[in-house]
């Protein structure tokens, strides 16, 4: 059938359907939470070089595999290369990234002197591993404002627009990690 006949058959299409329906509408079934996980990127990491931030990185990690559909964060299994390295070291937060889901998280021990939420820390580095950049200054409400919300603030939770942000990233089927540049992200 060419396509000429075919934009001319479809309103009568349509019409028998919706004779057949009792004149109503008839949805699809929505698929359900299996097919949207089914379809997620896994972006694998490693926290074995953590240290005393291992169970942070572990809550990071779930506020982003709660908040989003189209990429997963899991533990790579054992002679696994990972995505994503986080370590700990004196320094100030920092997230050097290689690529959309590919990079190294350090988690700075200096910010958590200061008295800055070690949760809060996992969660916006790992948020720039998955395409965020910083939003300085920012309000406690958003999670790419880093430092700038204070120590006072414990939210690790991505905004509205964050989320969105992470789902439009990974939800092409043509992402790929791994780009000639390496760009790092001090917090």
């Not at 942070?56 to 908040?67: I, L, P, Q, T």
């Not at 889901?101 to 949760?119: I, L, P």
Request: net charge neutral; charged share 20%; with cysteine.
């Amino acid at each position: 059938m060419t396509s000429r006949r075919l934009v001319r058959a479809l309103p009568a299409a349509v019409a028998a359907t919706l004779a057949l329906a009792g004149g109503q509408a008839v949805a699809a079934p929505a698929a359900g939470p299996q097919a949207e996980h089914a379809a997620a990127r896994v972006v694998t990491y490693d926290a074995s070089g953590a240290a005393e931030f291992k169970d942070a990185v572990s809550k990071g990690v779930a506020v982003w595999n709660e908040s989003v559909t189209n990429v997963q964060l899991k533990p790579a299994t054992s002679g696994q290369r990972a995505n994503v390295r986080i370590v700990a070291d004196d320094g100030w937060p920092r997230a050097a990234v290689d690529g959309l889901g590919s990079g190294t998280v350090y988690f700075g021990r200096q910010a958590v002197d200061q008295g800055y939420n070690t949760v809060r820390i996992s969660s916006h580095e790992l948020g720039h591993i998955l395409g965020l950049p910083d939003k300085k200054p920012g309000p406690c409400s958003s999670l790419m404002s880093g430092s700038t919300a204070g120590t006072s603030c414990a939210n690790p939770n991505p905004d509205a627009s964050e989320k969105a942000e992470v789902e439009d990233n990974f939800g092409g089927a043509a992402v790929t990690s791994g780009t000639a540049r390496t760009t790092v992200y001090a917090d």
